[in-house]
């Protein structure tokens, strides 16, 4: 299926780690055109592409594709080819009851963690991903939130995976604070919604704190530095510029009914954070 006339936006979040080297590839279509985004500990950067297309789950961006197989790479200066082990998806939808109803942005979480074999060279320097953690999500829509944290982890010293966001989300004549978050350790899953009752204790670019019935859970955020420029989707095009750093740190601590769960940190967080300027 080859997608023309595109209204509003898809795009993918392919993200590929092995230690502190980093690189997230972001194929998608606007209506502004297709495109590959790409970031890493070095900057970003932004393709134009002539083509993209999906067919039995395969997207083709000119030379590129991408699959729950794995990624093959040819951009300028750019080359490799990563195969990806088994997926781990969520139980079901982060979006929850909210994936029925319109909303500007629709968020899907495609695997919380899987492994990796392959490289990629770019501008002759090597990254070796062998044995490495990948993790995919998707989102689409006609914006993205204009106000909005997204965290995400799976590098820590113990089995863990951990998305959250927390957006200013317009429905239909209001709005409100929404929240998801999704971490997968040791193979069991924990989900703390808007859909589920979850409440925002505390929310600052550098600390959340989230309660859910028996379950709390704190996020302490440290950015290495302002983050790489990404461009953005607004009203359908790619248009705006959010930023995104690729090694932010991050303490993760949960508890059930007052026992700790977790207690795990690392450097290695992809974030981003674009700030409310007003209603």
């Known amino acids: 299926m080859r997608i023309s006339g595109q209204k509003g936006f898809e795009g993918w979040y392919f993200k590929h780690q092995k230690k502190d080297d980093m690189v997230a590839f972001i194929p998608g279509q606007a209506e502004s055109g297709a495109f590959i985004q790409l970031i890493s500990q070095d900057g970003a950067r932004q393709f134009e592409i002539s083509n993209l297309s999906i067919n039995n789950g395969m997207i083709r961006a000119d030379k590129c594709w991408f699959s729950r197989r794995g990624c093959h790479i040819a951009l300028p200066g750019i080359r490799g080819e990563i195969a990806y082990g088994p997926f781990t998806p969520l139980c079901s939808d982060i979006m929850g009851p909210f994936r029925f109803f319109p909303m ?89 919604a808007t859909y589920r009752g979850v409440k925002i ?67 290695r967080a992809v974030y981003e954070f674009v700030p409310n300027h007003g209603e």
């Not at 629709?106 to 490495?132: E, K």
């Not at 790489?228 to 510029?241: D, E, F, V, W, Y």
């Not at 959010?242 to 991050?250: C, D, K, Q, T, V």
Request: proline residues 5%.
């Open 104 to 192: 500007e942005c629709r968020h899907g979480v495609l695997s919380m963690a899987h492994t990796l074999q392959g490289s990629v060279i770019m501008d002759g320097h090597l990254h070796n991903f062998d044995g490495g953690l990948g993790y995919v999500e998707k989102d689409s829509g006609t914006s993205f939130p204009r106000s909005y944290l997204w965290i995400q982890c799976n590098d820590f010293p113990k089995p863990c995976s951990i998305m959250a966001s927390i957006a200013y989300i317009p429905f239909g004549t209001s709005a409100f604070w929404g929240c998801i978050c999704a971490i997968l350790y040791h193979g069991r899953e924990y989900r703390l």
């Open 201 to 267: 204790q505390a929310f600052t670019p550098e600390h959340i704190c989230l309660s859910q019935g028996s379950h709390l859970l704190e996020l302490d955020i440290a950015p290495s530095h302002a983050g790489h420029p990404l461009r953005a989707p607004q009203r359908g095009k790619m248009s705006s510029t959010i930023r995104e750093s690729g090694n932010a740190h991050l303490r993760a601590r949960l508890w059930k009914r007052g026992n700790l769960v977790f207690d795990l940190q690392s450097d």
